[in-house]
């Protein structure tokens, strides 16, 4: 899990139940800046 988080490492796949909700979502890239890295 820890060696490829991105690709192989998924453990689970969830789907939304409103994927209106998916848009407040961050990706990688934001969620640094969010948290100041």
């Known amino acids: 899990i820890n060696e490829d988080p991105y690709g192989d490492g998924w453990i ?8 209106a909700n998916l848009e407040s979502l961050l990706d990688a890239t934001a969620y640094a800046t969010l948290i100041g890295e």
Do not use: E, G, H, Q
């Not at 689970?12 to 994927?19: C, E, F, K, N, W």
């Open 12 to 19: 689970l796949r969830m789907t939304a139940a409103d994927s």
